[in-house]
């Protein structure tokens, strides 16, 4: 059987242990027609390297994998599982997007906000709304001398909160670290 375009047909491949995929994204469908015959215990980002490397998609980590649902919506898919774990049988059309928003946990000297958790919000939003947010609940006065960073991969590193959590470079999930800066404050 032809694993690069294989067309739906009656008794296909969900009978002989393979699914029929189909990956739709802003970079384009890949394929470009019709839909791969893969193996249902074969992990999903398998199939999402391969249609990253024929739409040329440089970097995809911080976007989305969801298959649509008969009837409209769709619902997540973990890409590190198979098709037979994610209950995908039979011929399945996945969505693959950049993510939209981010989950954010901010830290103080205050306390926690949320208290526990993520709050999700949207990429495009500045982080001083949620800094904001943050002292209304944590009752916090006087925040004139207080650094915003994160601690990422290189170790911490200062934001600017005026900005957009994308414009910062902040994806997926961000712990922010807002307190005083050296001297005093808040």
């Known amino acids: 059987m032809n694993t690069e375009n294989t067309h739906h047909h009656e008794g296909g491949p969900s009978h002989n242990g393979q699914v029929e995929v189909a990956i739709r994204s802003p970079k384009g469908s890949f394929p470009a027609e019709g839909f791969n015959a893969v193996p249902k215990d074969q992990r999903i980002k398998d199939e999402l390297d391969r249609a990253k490397r024929a739409l040329g998609i440089e970097d995809a980590s911080h976007w989305v994998i969801r298959v649509a649902e008969p009837g409209g919506g769709s619902r997540p898919v973990d890409p590190d599982d198979t098709y037979e774990g994610n209950a995908l049988r039979g011929q399945v059309t996945l969505e693959w ?90």
């Not at 943050?134 to 990422?152: E, M």
């Not at 902040?170 to 807002?178: K, P, S, T």
Request: negative net charge; without cysteine; aromatic residues 8%.
């Open 97 to 186: 997007h950049p993510r939209n928003d981010v989950e954010v946990s901010i830290s103080t000297t205050a306390g926690f906000f949320p208290a526990e958790g993520f709050n999700t919000v949207p990429l495009d939003q500045k982080v001083e709304e949620e800094l904001h947010k943050a002292q209304l609940v944590l009752k916090i006065k006087d925040t004139s001398n207080w650094r915003v960073s994160v601690v990422g991969p290189g170790g911490k590193r200062p934001i600017v909160a005026s900005r957009t959590y994308r414009e910062n470079g902040l994806f997926g999930r961000v712990e922010i670290d807002w307190g005083p800066g050296e001297g005093g404050g808040g």
